[in-house]
């Protein structure tokens, strides 16, 4: 029985050892195949995973920033650059590895960088981080004083690299063409956002090998070097000069006029279609683009919370806003230089033609007719009074002697239905009736309105793209705006070429229309003739447009001309939006932005080397420069100054000039009494500006000579014996303190409202 029950046991410990063995074989194969899956997981699956975290836990990259491509204007001065700073950031990892004292560092790093104090302990508490950014882009003698407190101290959580900033040297010159970068040094406006990729460059690298600790290994000679690509230059069209006078006289005219939403003018090659110039008014500091003007700054006094960021959004966004390219406008008057265009190429009129305006024309399709401007009407006049006039009637009945059909046809020859396609983001695009609208056989109304440039809307860049094919010889061209994109080596990497579109007129009607555009400044009754400079042969066409919907006070008054006009270079469109009714004076287009453009003529023919060529009339009333007699002998120096057009005064007795009024070298009107001083003492007393605004030139002269002071004119030529003209501007505010013999510089323009358009 004991051997029987040994054998069971014997045979059911075997059984047991047997099933044991055999469950261990099945866990060790099962746990093999979850480990052989796991690892195939880990090892094919997210290979490239766990790939990636161990180069990241045994190699450090710093980065090294490419500096970004210069834009320079078109006689290469320096609108736009980088310049090296320095970008400041901390490593949580690091402190905690070296055991560092977080407040002692957020303490000096606060007061340095000006930086809060508690969103850099925040930053503190992500221990795995190697890299948080402290401050960016900061100057060197601030970066200096970093590394100074880093090295004292001997910190190592505390690190700075080299970056690059942005740099606009003449501050809000330009801002709307230039565009600005953001932190991480990408285009956002202008210029910048465009020409991007040309002016980026390409960032390099550094790689190195560290330890577990993620400091560099000693004694491994693994490094990875990338050298950084600069970016390339880019060459603009506009000329920094130009851009200047452009700017500066729109910015006087606003303040002149009273104008409530600022302003818009072009400068363009006539025959290029390079800019030259491009401004809108207000315009802010790329240097510091978050920044709105202290006017914008009033209207968000008051707000808070999310109204006030939402005001602050808005601002911004409409001081960098290129309206030239990217608003639309009603044109007015200014647009009947087309019509006159279209009508001289079909041979529908010429210089024996005439128009009788009685004040109103009746329309097909219109309840109501047409009004003319000046409620009486002009009478019976030719081709070129006509333009002269601005007459609403005339030219109502010269759209309808083209047609609907062919005026349309026209308007897409000129380009007018589509965008210019300029080499800027954001250009707008016009509004036009549908062609079945417009050229509807029952209802002339659209034609009748389109051809004085009302009932549709185009940009300020389609008008003078238009105006300068109508100067040119009739050759639309492509306006453009950078010149080329070169290297480091002066090598061109893009070039920006003169493109004729397509020829819309011939060059006979081109010539005729400068003939007749010319008599609106130099005409008998012109409306334009406040854009008269003396020398010059200026062409142009006035326009004063109502807003409408927005107020019956509410206007936009414009002028655009060209010149020479016998051989046009230059185009220059000046827009004016909303003058205040509450200023007093005369809301027009011929009053308000002819005098604009033509100041700006007068600044830039002479810089552009186009030499004036002067009537007898103009060489009696021009600004002439006072000659330098000091230390002359008085004889001689009274012959000098009557030979130059000067009559004389002498104070003193003594045989030689000791002193002169007004200084040698600045320009007065011709005929103005230099004093000089024959040993006796000039008056070193400073007087007050008087306000010359509406007297004559006479009376204007005269108070100045009683105060001790000098005239200097632009606009319309002056005269003594006219009461009409008068002066809109002067460029010392009344009521200054200035010198004894200082020189001031007044507009005169032509006051008669009889012959200028309040609407058109």
Same mark, same amino acid.
């Given at each position: 029985?004991?051997?029987?029950?040994?054998?069971?046991?014997?045979?059911?410990?075997?059984?047991?050892?047997?099933?044991?063995?055999?469950?261990?074989?099945?866990?060790?194969?099962?746990?093999?195949?979850?480990?052989?899956?796991?690892?195939?997981?880990?090892?094919?699956?997210?290979?490239?995973?766990?790939?990636?975290?161990?180069?990241?836990?045994?190699?450090?990259?710093?980065?090294?920033?490419?500096?970004?491509?210069?834009?320079?204007?078109?006689? &290469?001065?320096?609108?736009?650059?980088?310049?090296?700073?320095?970008?400041?950031?901390?490593?949580?990892?690091?402190?905690? &590895?070296?055991?560092?004292?977080?407040?002692?560092?957020?303490?000096?790093?606060?007061?340095?960088?000006?930086?809060?104090?508690?969103?850099?302990?925040?930053?503190?508490?992500?221990?795995?981080?190697?890299?948080?950014?402290?401050?960016?882009?900061?100057?060197?003698?601030?970066?200096?004083?970093?590394?100074?407190?880093?090295?004292?101290?001997?910190?190592?959580?505390?690190?700075?690299?080299?970056?690059?900033?942005?740099?606009?040297?003449?501050?809000?010159?330009?801002?709307?063409?230039?565009?600005?970068?953001?932190?991480?040094?990408?285009?956002?406006?202008?210029?910048?956002?465009?020409?991007?990729?040309?002016?980026?460059?390409?960032?390099?690298?550094?790689?190195?090998?560290?330890?577990?600790?993620?400091?560099?290994?000693?004694?491994?000679?693994?490094?990875?070097?990338?050298?950084?690509?600069?970016?390339?230059?880019?060459?603009?069209?506009?000329?920094?000069?130009?851009?200047?006078?452009?700017?500066?006289?729109?910015?006087?005219?606003?303040?002149?006029?009273?104008?409530?939403?600022?302003?818009?003018?072009?400068? &363009?090659?006539?025959?290029?279609?390079?800019?030259?110039?491009?401004?809108?008014?207000?315009?802010?500091?790329?240097?510091?683009?978050?920044?709105?003007?202290?006017?914008?700054?009033?209207?968000?006094?008051?707000?808070?919370?999310?109204?006030?960021?939402?005001?602050?959004?808005?601002?911004?966004?409409?001081?960098?806003?290129?309206?030239?390219?990217?608003?639309?406008?009603?044109?007015?008057?200014?647009?009947?230089?087309?019509?006159?265009?279209?009508?001289?190429?079909?041979?529908?009129?010429?210089?024996?033609?005439?128009?009788?305006?009685?004040?109103?024309?009746?329309?097909?399709?219109?309840?109501?007719? %047409?009004?003319?401007?000046?409620?009486?009407?002009?009478?019976?006049?030719?081709?070129?009074?006509?333009?002269?006039?601005?007459?609403?009637?005339?030219?109502?009945?010269?759209?309808?002697?083209?047609?609907?059909?062919?005026?349309?046809?026209?308007?897409?020859?000129?380009?007018?239905?589509?965008?210019?396609?300029?080499?800027?983001?954001?250009?707008?695009?016009?509004?036009?009736?549908?062609?079945?609208?417009?050229?509807?056989?029952?209802?002339?109304?659209?034609?009748?309105?389109?051809?004085?440039?009302?009932?549709?809307?185009?940009?300020?860049?389609?008008?003078?793209?238009?105006?300068?094919?109508?100067?040119?010889?009739?050759?639309?061209?492509?306006?453009?705006?950078?010149?080329?994109?070169?290297?480091?080596?002066?090598?061109?990497?893009?070039?920006?070429?003169?493109?004729?579109?397509?020829? %819309?007129?011939?060059?006979?009607?081109?010539?005729?229309?400068?003939?007749?555009?010319?008599?609106?400044?130099?005409?008998?009754?012109?409306?334009?003739?406040?854009?008269?400079?003396?020398?010059?042969?200026?062409?142009?066409?006035?326009?004063?447009?109502?807003?409408?919907?927005?107020?019956?006070?509410?206007?936009?008054?414009?002028?655009?001309?060209?010149?020479?006009?016998?051989?046009?270079?230059?185009?220059?469109?000046?827009?004016?939006?909303?003058?205040?009714?509450?200023?007093?004076?005369?809301?027009?287009?011929?009053?308000?932005?002819?005098?604009?453009?033509?100041?700006?003529?007068?600044?830039?023919?002479?810089?552009?080397?186009?030499?004036?060529?002067?009537?007898?009339?103009?060489?009696?009333?021009?600004?002439?420069?006072?000659?330098?007699?000091?230390? &002359?002998?008085?004889?001689?120096?009274?012959?000098?100054?009557?030979?130059?057009?000067?009559?004389?005064?002498?104070?003193?007795?003594?045989?030689?000039?000791?002193?002169?009024?007004?200084?040698?070298?600045?320009?007065?009107?011709?005929?103005?009494?230099?004093?000089?001083?024959?040993?006796?003492?000039?008056?070193?007393?400073?007087?007050?500006?008087?306000?010359?605004?509406?007297?004559?030139?006479?009376?204007?002269?005269?108070?100045?000579?009683?105060?001790?002071?000098?005239?200097?004119?632009?606009?319309?030529?002056?005269?003594?014996?006219?009461?009409?003209?008068?002066?809109?501007?002067?460029?010392?505010?009344?009521?200054?303190?200035?010198?004894?013999?200082?020189?001031?510089?007044?507009?005169?323009?032509?006051?008669?409202?009889?012959?200028?358009?309040?609407?058109?």
């Amino acid at each position: 029985m004991a051997s029987k029950n040994k054998k069971f046991i014997q045979k059911a410990n075997v059984q047991t050892q047997r099933r044991t063995l055999s469950l261990v074989i099945v866990c060790g194969i099962a746990a093999f195949l979850v480990m052989a899956v796991h690892l195939y997981n880990i090892q094919i699956v997210k290979h490239d995973f766990y790939e990636q975290h161990a180069i990241e836990q045994q190699l450090r990259q710093t980065t090294i920033s490419a500096s970004r491509g210069t834009i320079y204007d078109s006689n &290469m001065k320096v609108l736009a650059m980088s310049a090296s700073v320095e970008t400041v950031f901390i490593s949580p990892a690091e402190l905690k &590895m070296y055991n560092e004292n977080p407040e002692f560092i957020a303490r000096g790093l606060s007061d340095i960088l000006g930086v809060d104090y508690n969103s850099i302990m925040e930053k503190w508490k992500d221990t795995g981080s190697w890299y948080k950014t402290i401050a960016r882009k900061i100057e060197q003698d601030t970066a200096d004083k970093v590394r100074d407190f880093k090295n004292k101290n001997n910190l190592k959580s505390i690190h700075l690299e080299v970056d690059t900033k942005r740099y606009y040297p003449y501050g809000t010159l330009a801002s709307q063409i230039l565009g600005f970068v953001g932190t991480d040094n990408y285009g956002l406006e202008g210029i910048e956002a465009k020409y991007d990729d040309y002016l980026q460059g390409t960032s390099g690298r550094i790689v190195r090998a560290t330890t577990a600790n993620g400091t560099s290994m000693l004694y491994t000679k693994f490094e990875d070097y990338v050298d950084a690509a600069n970016g390339n230059d880019v060459v603009l069209t506009i000329d920094s000069n130009i851009q200047y006078y452009l700017e500066k006289h729109i910015q006087q005219a606003i303040a002149d006029y009273s104008i409530k939403n600022g302003g818009m003018g072009i400068v &363009m090659n006539v025959k290029t279609g390079a800019i030259l110039g491009m401004a809108s008014i207000e315009n802010y500091d790329p240097n510091n683009y978050q920044k709105i003007s202290d006017k914008a700054q009033e209207k968000l006094n008051g707000l808070t919370g999310e109204d006030y960021l939402k005001k602050l959004a808005e601002a911004q966004i409409s001081q960098r806003r290129n309206r030239c390219i990217s608003d639309t406008y009603e044109p007015g008057s200014t647009f009947k230089s087309f019509t006159l265009a279209i009508a001289l190429e079909e041979g529908l009129v010429n210089d024996k033609s005439t128009f009788y305006c009685g004040g109103t024309v009746a329309v097909p399709g219109r309840d109501t007719p %047409v009004h003319c401007w000046k409620s009486a009407g002009h009478g019976s006049q030719t081709l070129a009074e006509a333009v002269q006039h601005s007459c609403n009637v005339a030219f109502v009945n010269i759209g309808l002697m083209i047609g609907a059909e062919k005026f349309y046809d026209y308007m897409e020859a000129f380009g007018f239905f589509e965008k210019t396609k300029i080499d800027l983001y954001g250009e707008g695009q016009s509004l036009w009736w549908d062609k079945d609208v417009f050229e509807d056989r029952e209802n002339k109304s659209q034609l009748a309105a389109a051809s004085f440039g009302q009932t549709f809307n185009i940009t300020p860049l389609q008008l003078i793209t238009g105006i300068s094919c109508l100067a040119n010889g009739g050759k639309l061209m492509k306006p453009y705006i950078v010149s080329k994109v070169i290297d480091k080596n002066n090598n061109i990497v893009m070039a920006n070429e003169p493109t004729v579109v397509r020829q %819309v007129i011939s060059a006979e009607t081109s010539k005729k229309v400068c003939e007749i555009l010319e008599t609106v400044v130099n005409g008998g009754e012109s409306t334009g003739a406040n854009a008269y400079v003396a020398g010059y042969r200026i062409a142009g066409k006035t326009a004063t447009s109502e807003k409408i919907g927005q107020g019956s006070d509410d206007y936009i008054v414009s002028f655009v001309g060209f010149a020479p006009a016998n051989d046009p270079e230059i185009a220059v469109l000046v827009i004016l939006d909303t003058p205040d009714p509450a200023s007093g004076i005369y809301i027009s287009g011929g009053i308000m932005a002819a005098p604009a453009v033509g100041r700006i003529f007068a600044d830039s023919l002479p810089y552009l080397g186009i030499d004036p060529i002067y009537s007898e009339d103009e060489l009696s009333s021009r600004n002439i420069t006072v000659p330098s007699v000091k230390n &002359m002998s008085v004889a001689d120096a009274k012959s000098a100054l009557e030979g130059s057009g000067f009559s004389v005064r002498v104070i003193g007795s003594g045989g030689s000039v000791t002193d002169q009024v007004p200084a040698a070298n600045v320009s007065v009107i011709s005929g103005t009494e230099v004093i000089i001083y024959a040993g006796e003492a000039k008056p070193e007393a400073m007087v007050y500006v008087p306000n010359l605004y509406g007297k004559t030139y006479s009376q204007a002269k005269n108070t100045l000579e009683a105060a001790g002071l000098y005239l200097r004119t632009t606009g319309v030529a002056p005269s003594a014996s006219s009461s009409t003209i008068v002066v809109s501007a002067q460029s010392l505010s009344s009521g200054s303190q200035v010198a004894y013999g200082t020189v001031i510089e007044v507009t005169l323009v032509e006051s008669d409202t009889s012959i200028m358009e309040t609407r058109g």
